[in-house]
């Protein structure tokens, strides 16, 4: 009864936390928030493969 509750927190707090990241590198967002809605956490790593897209990171190698 209470992975009724426990799996689906865990895959709607991975979509939210891979919105975060993606956002932070400057990805597709709601592509990256149904990726981890859909697969989970498995998803996570893989937004780390992304190009970082983010201002912050054009900045830093402008330098």
């Known amino acids: 009864m209470a992975g009724l509750i ?6 709607i707090s991975s979509a939210i936390l891979l919105w975060f990241i993606a956002n932070k590198r400057g990805a597709n967002t709601l592509f990256w ?22 201002s912050e990171a054009k900045q830093l190698y402008k330098l």
Do not use: D, E, Q, R
């Not at 426990?6 to 895959?11: E, L, Q």
């Open 33 to 54: 928030s149904f990726m981890g809605a859909f697969f989970g956490p498995l998803a996570i790593p893989f937004v780390f493969f992304t190009k970082n897209n983010s």
């Open 6 to 11: 426990i799996i689906p927190a865990i895959f």
